[in-house]
């Protein structure tokens, strides 16, 4: 779920068409992209059709009208700062049971990342088991690290297991695995 400022604005516009042109990638990762904004249903027709025109991009996923804010204000996407009724570029990545993994707002002046939600989107889904965690920077490919244990008896397994691999690098609340083993 990502909202929008308003439709027919230059950073809405281009944020739609690069979400529209990675939809692919999203889909692999098994994610549905909705939009919502304050703005009607019809403006959100008119300006889809006019990306359609203008830039040869046809948006698929759907967008909520939420001309009464109650979906915008519950989800924390009005910025509070602001006089405009107009919903912060936020995006909440929710799992198929409904419950926010994780969320991101950027300020009103700034596009999102396309590659950085698809990157924490696939971070999501190689840590979803709980076993495992993305360091930072982490990339589809590169190296988890074991989510560190939460009793004493497991940071013991964690050494001994760390000694016997010798790596230099390990110790009991972080421990790179090879990709292999994802």
């Given at each position: 779920l990502f909202s929008h400022p308003a439709d027919f604005t230059p950073v809405c516009t281009s944020e739609f068409i690069e979400l529209e042109k990675a939809?692919?990638?999203?889909a692999a990762l098994n994610c549905e992209l909705l939009g919502l904004s304050a703005d009607s249903?019809?403006?959100h027709i008119a300006w889809l059709l006019n990306i359609e025109e203008r830039f040869?991009?046809?948006v698929n996923f759907p967008i909520i009208e939420d001309?009464?804010?109650v979906i915008a204000e519950a989800y924390g996407m009005i910025d509070e700062q602001s006089t405009s009724t107009a919903t912060v570029r936020s995006?909440?990545?929710i799992n198929p049971e409904g419950i926010i993994k994780a969320?991101?707002?950027y300020p009103m002046s700034v596009g999102r990342s396309v590659d950085e939600i698809l990157r924490i989107l696939s971070a999501l889904v190689a840590t979803e088991a709980g076993d495992k965690v993305a360091p930072a920077g982490w990339r589809e490919g590169d190296k988890l690290v074991l989510a560190p244990p939460v009793t004493m008896?497991?940071?013991?397994?964690r050494m001994k297991a760390n000694q016997k691999n010798?790596?230099?690098n390990s110790d009991w609340y972080f421990t790179k695995i090879v990709p292999e083993e994802q």
């Open positions: 939809s692919d990638k999203f249903v019809y403006s040869g991009v046809k001309l009464s804010l995006v909440y990545f969320h991101i707002h008896r497991g940071v013991r397994e010798s790596d230099e």
